[in-house]
């Protein structure tokens, strides 16, 4: 599987952006998640979407106001980011797990996209 994420760049606090991740490869049962990485921080957990039904579970700091959606026609995952805030700071990554289940846990991905960078001023 390969990903590619795209989608973020400098804004305001309050204002939205639209992450974008596109897979390639053999996506079959892959579930896709969200993480990001901040300077001088842990890679957490963001968001995550499951292939079968399309659940989503978020971590509580970003719980209502981002969205994650995707399209298995397109292959593609994208995260929908409002409201936020100078504490969203970091590299964006896009993640895939070959599993039914979900998880919270980056060490349970197996593939990842490069990163984009969103950047919130205050």
């Known amino acids: 599987v390969q990903l590619q994420a795209s989608g973020g760049g400098l804004v305001q606090a309050g204002e939205s952006l639209r992450l974008s991740c596109a897979a390639s490869?053999?996506?079959?049962?892959?579930?896709m998640g969200w993480f990001r990485q901040a300077p001088g921080k842990e890679r957490e957990f963001v968001a995550g979407?499951?292939?079968?039904?399309?659940?989503?579970y978020y971590s509580d700091s970003v719980k209502g106001r981002f969205t994650i959606s995707r399209d298995n026609a397109k292959n593609t995952v994208d995260l929908q980011m409002n409201s936020l805030k100078p504490e969203d700071t970091a590299i964006y990554y896009c993640?895939?797990?070959?599993?039914?289940?979900?998880?919270?846990?980056?060490?349970?991905?197996?593939?990842w996209g490069q990163g984009t960078q969103v950047t919130v001023s205050s």
């Open positions: 993640a895939s797990r070959n599993s039914v289940r979900g998880s919270r846990d980056a060490r349970a991905f197996a593939w």
């Open positions: 490869g053999r996506t079959f049962r892959t579930n």
């Open positions: 979407i499951l292939q079968s039904d399309a659940s989503s």
